[in-house]
T-cell receptor
Framework: NAGVTQTPKFQVLKTGQSMTLQCAQDMNHEYMSWYRQDPGMGLRLIHYSVGAGITDQGEVPNGYNVSRSTTEDFPLRLLSAAPSQTSVYFC???????????FGSGTRLTVV | SQQGEEDPQALSIQEGENATMNCSYKTSINNLQWYRQNSGRGLVHLILIRSNEREKHSGRLRVTLDTSKKSSSLLITASRAADTASYFCATDRAGTYKYIFGTGTRLKVLA
């Protein structure tokens, strides 16, 4: 079991560029979420999914898109990168009503 | 806005002492979870307590939940230097599947 795999681990983007952060899990978890972590702000929920084909917005969804075509994958797309999106991004997954999320190791994104 | 707020923001103790951190939240919940994050790493799930439970133990961890006060506490007994990390609570608003995290408590255990 690889758990939750995030790629890339590091990325530098120029303002206005787009990119996709990848997240894959091999635990057959139905729930998946994307969070961003900024210094002193804790984790903020961007988007989440309760199963394939079902997604919903979190606390800070603007500037991000998601889709969930399979149970395993939950990519996060940045449409037009802005310096305010410089952050560490975490993907997490869990069973419904299960005993907590399993987190990936994060993607550190810098937008210049 | 944050659903959970941890208190204190930072805590420094000697090895062997107990560490207590608190979490307050705003709305009704299904359950509350505690996570640990070592510097530069992902979060690790520690313990989940459901809204109909008042106390739960796991090894050196003890979690309490008071739904009337919308608060929870995490007690780490006989702390070790390896417990140095940030600790976060996360709550799901009742009726939703959103897990919202607090801002965390930074714990430093001095050897």
């Amino acid at each position: 079991n690889a758990g939750v795999t995030q790629t890339p681990k590091f990325q530098v983007l120029k303002t206005g560029q787009s990119m996709t952060l990848q997240c894959a899990q091999d635990m057959n978890h139905e729930y998946m979420s994307w969070y961003r972590q900024d210094p002193g702000m804790g984790l903020r929920l961007i988007h989440y999914s309760v199963g394939a084909g079902i997604t919903d917005q979190g606390e800070v969804p603007n500037g991000y898109n998601v889709s969930r075509s399979t149970t395993e994958d939950f990519p996060l797309r940045l449409l037009s990168a802005a310096p305010s999106q410089t952050s560490v991004y975490f993907c997490a997954s869990s069973y419904p009503k299960g005993d907590g999320y399993t987190f990936g190791s994060g993607t550190r994104l810098t937008v210049v | 806005s944050q659903q959970g707020e941890e208190d204190p923001q930072a805590l420094s103790i000697q090895e062997g002492e107990n560490a207590t951190m608190n979490c307050s939240y705003k709305t009704s919940i299904n359950n509350l979870q505690w996570y640990r994050q070592n510097s530069g790493r992902g979060l690790v799930h520690l313990i989940l307590i459901r809204s109909n439970e008042r106390e739960k133990h796991s090894g050196r961890l003890r979690v309490t939940l008071d739904t009337s006060k919308k608060s929870s506490s995490l007690l780490i007994t006989a702390s070790r230097a390896a417990d140095t990390a940030s600790y976060f609570c996360a709550t799901d608003r009742a009726g939703t599947y959103k897990y919202i995290f607090g801002t965390g408590t930074r714990l430093k255990v001095l050897a």
